[in-house]
């Protein structure tokens, strides 16, 4: 259906604001440090609740044509699933909504929404129909979730365990939330065929060298493999940043020296499924960082 879409007369904007991975982790990390309580809920039939700003039609579908009218079409009251507006309707009528109970998008992040109410915080993260309800209180949690229901067929996922892709465990007499990626890990060394392959206890080779290749080597999805771990960097994974960042150079000129270390990565990363970003009640918000006198040995950039 969204194919027959034309911008303008059918649809305007089509892109839909969700939740930054650094915003999450950031009320992960005061959550943890503040011991709030952290639930999730799921919009069931999600797309069905954008209210269209756009005239649109369909044809009637197969089984529920009128008999009487079987050329008339159909005027759409509500966003369907396959229209390339529905995801921008939905939060739209998401935004509305928080709005209307008092809260307040934060920048940045547009799916970022705060309520400061008698005292008690409660956060709202959005990232299409999943919802990441953070309050300090667990009655704060329970009346954002009654204010959904009424408005919204729901489907309460209660504590937290994954979100997005991200493996939670949680322990509150220690104070501990730790955050990691061990399936995704494990789905991407079986999709590169590296699911049986030697672990290694670093992810590249002490300087090493690597120079545009003059024809790419097809023998491994490069690019594949570059931007699958890019995903589990960018998730839990912050120690693959620097071999991510070195390697993504090569996508369009790789060769089997690129490969090796690609394949490197790997296997690091197979010998340490387990790692992950761990917050406790001491964590704080402080900017830290560090350098190296000679550029980590890059001389040519």
Known sequence: MGNREIKGLDINETFAPVAKFTTIRCILMMTAASRWELHQTDVKTAFLNGDLDKEVYMEQPDGYVDPTYPDKLCRLLQALYGLKQASKMLHAKLDD????????????????????????????????????????????????????????????????????????????????????????????????????????????????????????????????????????????????????????RFVSCYGKEHRAAIKRVLRYVKGSMDKGLVFDKHSFCVLQGSRHADWAGDHKT
């Open 97 to 248: 909504f928080l709005k209307s109970q008092g809260f307040d998008n934060i920048d940045p992040d547009a799916c970022l929404y705060l309520l400061m109410d008698d005292g008690q915080i409660i956060i709202v993260l959005v990232y299409f129909d999943d919802l990441l309800l953070v309050a300090s209180i667990l009655a704060a949690i329970n009346n954002i979730k009654d204010a959904l229901h009424r408005r919204f067929e729901i489907k309460d996922l209660s504590e937290v365990k994954v979100i997005l892709g991200l493996e939670m465990r949680r322990d509150k007499a220690l104070g501990t939330l730790k955050l990691s990626q061990g399936k995704y890990a494990g789905q991407v060394l079986e999709k590169f065929g590296m699911a049986e392959c030697n672990p290694i206890g670093t992810s590249l080779e002490v300087g090493l060298q690597l120079v545009k290749a003059d024809e790419s080597d097809d023998a491994l999805p490069y690019r594949e493999a570059v931007g699958s771990l890019m995903c589990l960097m960018v998730g839990t994974r912050p120690d693959l940043a620097f071999a991510i960042g070195k390697l993504s």
